[in-house]
Each structure stands twice: as structure tokens, then as C-alpha cells.
């Protein structure tokens, strides 16, 4: 095997559109976190004999929504068929899905998702999104694989679910990584899907080595084991081939417990899955109006607003793309930035680098999204307008960052704290002269390399919490040193 060898991936994103509040075909309630298992089911979706599924209109809604979204070419006739296997999260012993043969299409073709990774920009290209319904949720206690019993959970069963099925033109984890997250910004964007919750996001991946059987991976429950799923897949076919055995085409089972794939099933050929129509339902004509009427209601999506932000405020290509990803941190960026009209473009690059920065490792070390804290656009304006007027330091502001987060305002922080910015030359000649005395190896090192400097006014910083005016600290500190460098040399 050489280091060129291509690995191809497709995906099989399954989204569940949660913001619908109904299941696909039923009126039962889709929010079944937490609930009782085999509470929120009714004929319809358990399959009872008899009982006739109806199409939620606004799961039409929302798969255009998606569609414009993902620029795909919407089919605007179409009709649901019957996928067949028996397997027991399938109470009817078949899914009701869309199939693109067979006379039938899916409900729409195409669209693209561009990406960015390490400057290099490149469009996934889609094959299609299609409409189906949740299988039920199986239970197991511990691994799939030794648990000594499975059950079942029909409260999920009928949840409506849209797949978006890539070509196979993914190159690497990194890619598929860099693909979901703009995906999961852009289904936030659509407002059909809060993909927050557990289990609304489901992937299969399909992945081979260039010239060889490809495997599918199924059970991926979360964007994050995505990569981790692929990265395991390619290293055990390629020891495969490395070993000079043959790669076989079958469904494997990520174990997310174990972290590795293991064997499913040799893959059933499509005909397995004898589809046909299902006559249960009515094809489904959609009309131009009614695209035309949902394309209007639909927000600016995160590319657009990018492009928007670089222009308006003047951001960098990689501070706009990272940005925009999470709407609500979009939106809090731009309400900081139009609430107070004397900002200028200096201003919106300090509020987007507070973002970007401090308040990130801050939601990421918590495990948070910025719509669940407690800081409001005005907070972040009146940090960046007190370090400008002087009152204090950035180091203090930083060190003001937990607090803000949970609600309290500059203002309260300094009066509580005490921390002001201290411009007071006397004081700070008294610190610096301090720090020199105690420090004599950093003086030596500074006789050679000026940079010491820095860990001087570092030593300044904390002996008054960072308090001390930087640019003054500077300024007095090198004085002082110059005045003690003629000593040493006479
Ligand atoms: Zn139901
Ligand atoms: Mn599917």
C-alpha cells in the first residue's frame, strides 16, 4: 500500500426533524427524551393492521427549507415506496421511505455543501435528500455484541427522519468533520432540527480504499464519532490489504463503547429490499408558489452572512466562516457590534476577537453554547469601551470573562473586585524596582536578549494582578534597566 492511495467516503446523514413536534405519518408526540419507553405511540405508528399513515404538511415545509438550503434541485412530484426486512425496531416489517428507481424520485437531487479545510475550500457534492421514517429504538445493556437481551423502545418508531446522501467524494475524516459541521450550521439555520439533542443525528458511512469492495458502517449516533468511526475503518482495511487479504463487501457496527467496527452482516443486495410504491399514501405534487413562498421565509444562511460580515465589518475570511457557524453566536456578534453605532472597524475586530477567543475557550471548557449563559450583547460593548477608556487593563478584562458569562456586568466587576487599571507612576516604579532586585538572572538574560523584557513586566503584572498600565510598566521598566546597565559596565 502507498501513502497515495485514494480513500473514498460517502455519508448518510439521518436527521430527525425535531422541531416538527409530530411524528412523520402520526400525530404523536416526537419528543420522546425522557419519556416512558412505548408511551408516545399510536396504530399508525406501530404498524397495527388497518391503520392509514397521512403526510404532515409541514414536514414538506421543512424538506424545502433544507433543500434551498442545500441548493438541491426539488422533484415536485413524488410518492413514498416500502423499503422490506425484518428486523425488530420495525414493527411493519418494512420502512416506508423514498427510492429514486423504479419510476419513484427522491424529493430532491443534488446541492452541495462547500467546506474549508486548512485553506483549501472544496464543494461535497450531494446525490440527494429524501424523506423516511424512524425505525424504533433498541436497547441493549452494555456492547451490541454481548448484551444477553434487546428491547425496544416504539416511541420513536415513525419519527420523522431526512437523509442527505453524499456522492462519494470525501477524502479523509477531516473532511467529513469539516462537512458535518457546516451541515448541522445550516440545519440550525433552517430552524427544522435541533441537532443539540441526543440521538437526533444518525450516520452511516460508506468507505473503501480505491479499487476495492467498500464497507458500510452503521449506528454512528453523533457528528463527533464520525471521525473517529472513519479513522478506525480506514487503518483495518488497509492492515487488510497490507496483509495481502481480500476486502469483502458488508454492513459493519460502530461500537461506540469499544471504538472499533465489527462485522454486521455481508451486504444485502438492493432487490433485497424489494421496494414498491406504498399505496397507503398519495404522490405528493408540490408547486412552484409554494417553493417560492417557503424560499421567502427562509434567513440569510451562514455563507452568505460570511461573505456579509467580511464586507460590512471587515473580518478576516477564517473569523467570518467560524463565526457564522453557530447562528446564535452570529447573531449575538452582530446585535454587540449595531448597538452601539460609534463603533468603527477597529471596534468590530476587538468584539469579534473577544468572541472568537476568550468567550469560545470559555463555552468550550464548559460544554456550553453562548444561548446558554448568561452574557448579553451590551456586556461584551461595555468591556471593550472601559479598556478603551482606560479604567482597565486587558489583562483584567480577561480575568473579568467568567463573571461576564454568568451575568454580571463591568461595571459590578470593578466596584466588587477593586480591579481598576493603575496608571500611577510613583506605584509603579516602587513594583518595577521591586521586580529588578528580585530578579537578578532575568537582568542578566536581558544584557543578551531584550526580549527578557517581557517576563519582567509579566513578573509587574502579577504581583498586581495584572492591574498595572502596560504600556507605562514597559516604559519605566526599561528606564530603570538602562540606568542599571551603565552601573554594571562602569
Ligand atoms: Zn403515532
Ligand atoms: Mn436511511
Known sequence: MSQNDEVMIGLEVHIQLTNLKTKLFCSCNNDYRGAEPNTYVCPICIGLPGSLPVVNKKVIKFAIRLALALDCKINNQFWFFRKNYFYPDLPKGFQISQYNKAGGKAFADGGKIAIRLNNHKKDIILNRIHLEEDPARLVHKGSIATSPFTLVDYNRSGVCLIEIVTEPVIRSPEEAREFLKQLKSIVQYTGISNLGLEGSVRVDANVSIKGYDRSEVKNINSFKEVERALRHEIIRQKNILKRGKKLIQETRHWDDKRRITIPLRTKELEEDYRYFPEQDLVPIEINKDFIQKVKSELPEMPNERSIRFRKEYGLTEFDSYNLVLDKNFADFYEEGVKS?????????????????????????????????????????????????????????????????????????????????????????????????????????????????????????????KGRLDPELTRELLLDLLSNKIKKIEI
Open 340 to 464: 452601539y453605532p460609534s463603533f468603527g472597524s477597529e471596534e468590530h475586530k476587538l468584539y469579534c476577537n473577544w468572541l472568537m477567543n476568550d468567550i469560545s475557550r470559555w463555552l468550550n471548557n464548559n460544554n456550553k453554547t453562548i444561548k446558554e449563559t448568561k452574557i448579553t450583547p451590551k456586556h461584551l460593548v461595555d468591556l471593550i469601551n472601559t479598556i478603551k477608556d482606560g479604567k482597565i487593563t486587558g489583562k483584567i478584562a480577561k480575568s473579568f470573562i467568567p463573571d461576564l458569562m454568568v451575568g454580571v456586568n463591568v461595571k459590578v466587576l470593578i466596584e466588587k473586585t477593586g480591579k481598576k487599571r493603575i496608571s500611577d507612576k510613583e506605584y509603579i516604579l516602587k513594583i518595577a524596582k521591586e521586580v529588578i532586585i528580585n530578579n537578578p538572572e532575568i537582568i542578566k538574560d536581558f544584557e543578551k536578549n531584550p526580549r527578557a523584557l517581557e517576563a519582567l513586566i509579566g513578573k509587574c503584572m502579577k504581583k498586581t
